[in-house]
């Protein structure tokens, strides 16, 4: 049984750091595509960061690039998002997402079938 378990969220200052982790179990996490989305308050989710379950591409969304980094250690079964440079604008649920069909690196939530319970990020002073 597929499952995704993040952890890592919080309350930060602007400008501060934030490292969210997303535990998988059930699944070789190798094999799958696998990424982060956001949900802020009354918008719609989007794509923050994925990696490709083929050759490891990453992609990430605009908004992203120059300041997050995400990583997968094989070895723990664990993705990471690295987030730094935070801004109020990144506030909202993250939530992991894993697929083994979809071969990534593109964020579309469409294309992921498993999804986390996902985390709460909190950008405030």
């Known amino acids: 049984q597929v499952q995704l378990v993040e952890s890592g969220g919080g309350l930060v200052q602007p400008g501060g750091s934030l490292r969210l982790s997303c535990a998988a179990s059930?699944?070789?996490?190798?094999?799958?595509?696998i990424g982060w989305f956001r949900q802020a308050p009354g918008k719609e989710r989007e794509g923050v960061s994925c990696i490709s379950r083929i050759d490891d591409s990453t992609y990430y969304a605009d908004s992203a690039k120059g300041r997050f980094t995400i990583s997968r250690d094989n070895v723990k079964n664990t993705v990471y998002l690295q987030m730094n440079s935070l801004t109020p604008e990144d506030t909202a649920v993250y939530y992991c997402?894993?697929?083994?069909?979809?071969?990534?690196?593109?964020?579309?939530?469409?294309?992921?079938?498993?999804w986390g319970q996902g985390t709460q990020v909190t950008v405030s002073s």
């Open positions: 059930g699944f070789t996490l190798d094999y799958y595509a």
């Open positions: 997402a894993t697929d083994e069909e979809f071969p990534g690196p593109e964020c579309i939530d469409s294309d992921y079938a498993y």
